[in-house]
């Protein structure tokens, strides 16, 4: 595409924002410097009626919800970034709804023929209507040949362009804004921009999003909180998706809680333990648990759909989730502020008491009142807020995960208005600390941890950098001091781990 192209693409989204005031919003006018302030004064002679309702971040909302699945993607990503432009203008973006009129369903049988290198005949005994439309791709309500309802997600005609596209013009107005805004540089715009192109990217193939829900489906099955449909994998392409109909309601339908025998406590709980099953037991989380992507069934099951994105935690991560989360239900600050330092988050010079008496100002509050009144995703909002006082990087993935519990706690309310979040909650971290710190599985973990070291000690044997294997030479590697230094390192090594996991 011609760089005039992307020029256009840009400058027709500007003059979107623009005339809802979503560009440079007056409620930042006191930041603003002058040159940027003339700036913004001009602009506004150009607002339309958009521009005057709605707090900054339902405007920008408002106005990326029409311009295609780029800009759509990049107001759910700066919807994560609270810390950057403040708790309710991530909380309004974040209802940005990617919902259009549909394609037509012609097409769509189309695109799946030409997806899967079949007639439609050959594999469905119906191929309805579409049930929901978004920017990148819809859904249709089908029939299999063995009579089976199912699910098929079809990607939109030619969105791959449309994409490539608007990627071009995002990546030029980051281009520009690194260059010309210097307080947006923290930000990082160029890497942000990327990250948004990438993701966009990724949801353009729904055989990966095929594979996520297929190993959603494994992980949910392990304690049975959720469930997940099955996917038919012989209608399965790049451009298609086809999994068996999800049974219930979808909770954004208003039928969903009041269908007979349903218990809705039960039902909340079970939303809670699933999400924290997935994110601490398996690492591995659906990231998107909104009412519309949720189905509910008497009494108390829960069917999630739309795998389009997956949040991943690694095992420190997980530790230090599940390590947090208990710290918190033991009321026990010191060990919460021990385990950031543990774990690297907050520098060595900090003193872990001034830390833990932080804590204890996030966490009080939570036991002086009702459990149901404050929800997990808060005190993990407010734990990161501190911790950036104590110079802590967080990892987006974290970020990712608070996001997710503050939509999930959502919904647990409003499936049970009462619901108390902490004691739902407590079941699967107490599992998770009985499992992963009884003196077995220390033993097991450092087990691993010195094969690991022993592994990259004779590694280092194998192949020394070059100026000791000069003096260690070839044949006499085994009696080298190398050696003899490696084993003296391992053993010291070995008790020091062994001082701290059994301690
Ligand atoms: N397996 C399924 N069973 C029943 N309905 C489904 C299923 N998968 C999707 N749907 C319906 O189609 C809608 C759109 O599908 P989804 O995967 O959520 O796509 P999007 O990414 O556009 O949100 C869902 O909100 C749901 O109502
Ligand atoms: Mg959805």
Redesign the pocket.
């Known amino acids: 595409m011609t760089a005039g192209r992307a020029f256009g693409r840009m400058v027709g989204a500007a003059w979107i924002l623009v005339r809802n005031d979503a560009l440079l919003p007056r409620e930042l006018d006191a930041l603003y410097p002058p040159s940027i302030s003339t700036l913004a004064k001009t602009l506004r002679l150009f607002a339309g009626r958009g521009a005057r309702s709605g707090r900054p971040g339902e405007r920008l909302a408002r106005s990326l919800e029409g311009m295609g699945p780029v800009a759509i993607k990049l107001g759910q990503l700066l919807s994560t970034r609270g810390d950057f432009f403040g708790r309710e203008f991530a909380e309004d973006l974040s209802r940005l709804k990617?919902r259009l009129p549909p394609f037509a369903t012609a097409e769509a049988r189309a695109e799946v023929e030409r997806a899967l290198g079949r007639s439609v005949e050959s594999l469905y005994a119906e191929f309805g209507e579409p049930?929901?439309?978004?920017?990148?791709?819809?859904?249709h309500?089908a029939k299999m040949l063995d009579g089976r309802k199912?699910?098929v997600?079809v990607l939109r005609p030619g969105i791959e362009r449309r994409v490539a596209e608007d990627a071009e013009g995002l990546t030029l107005a980051a281009r520009l804004i690194d260059r010309w805004i210097p307080p947006a540089r923290r930000l990082e715009p160029r890497a942000f921009a990327e990250t948004v192109i990438r993701a966009t990217v990724l949801?353009l193939d729904l055989r990966l999003e095929a594979a996520g829900a297929d190993e959603l489906r494994e992980v949910m099955a392990n304690d049975g909180y959720m469930t997940a449909?099955q996917i038919v994998w012989e209608g399965v392409g790049k451009r298609v998706l086809t999994?068996?109909?999800?049974r219930g309601w979808?909770l954004?339908d208003a039928d969903a809680l009041i269908q007979p025998g349903l218990d809705r406590k039960a039902m909340a709980d079970n939303l809670i333990r699933a999400f924290l099953a997935q994110a601490l037991d398996h690492g591995v989380f659906h990231a998107?648990l909104h009412e519309?992507?949720l189905?509910a069934a008497a009494p108390a099951q829960l069917?999630a759909?739309?795998?389009?994105i997956i949040g991943r935690i690694g095992a420190p991560e997980r530790r230090y989730l599940a390590e947090i989360l208990w710290g918190f239900l033991e009321r026990d600050y010191e060990r919460v502020a021990r385990v950031h330092f543990d774990a690297g988050y907050v520098p060595r010079h900090h003193s872990v008491t001034a830390f833990a008496q932080a804590l204890r100002a996030v966490g009080e509050p939570v036991f002086g009142r009702a459990a149901t009144e404050v929800p997990m995703s808060r005190v993990l909002m407010q734990l990161f807020e501190i911790t950036a006082l104590y110079e802590m990087r967080l990892r987006p993935e974290l970020v990712l995960l608070q996001k997710t519990m503050m939509t999930v706690e959502g919904v647990a309310r409003r499936i049970f208005p009462h619901h108390d979040i902490w004691g739902a909650a407590d079941p699967v971290v107490r599992r998770w600390m009985a499992r992963e710190l009884s003196p077995a599985a220390r033993i097991k973990r450092f087990a691993e941890e010195a094969a690991t070291a022993l592994r990259n000690i004779a590694r280092l044997v194998e192949d020394p950098p070059a100026r000791v294997a000069v003096e260690v030479g070839g044949v006499n590697r085994e009696r080298s001091p190398l050696l003899w230094f490696a084993v003296g390192a391992l053993a010291s090594g070995a008790a020091f781990l062994a001082a701290l996991y059994l301690r």
């Not at 978004?134 to 859904?139: I, K, N, R, T």
């Not at 759909?305 to 389009?308: A, I, L, S």
């Open positions: 990617d049930i929901a439309a978004a920017s990148l791709a819809q859904a309500e199912v699910a997600k949801e449909p999994m068996e109909w999800a979808p954004s998107d519309g992507n189905f069917t759909v739309d795998f389009g």
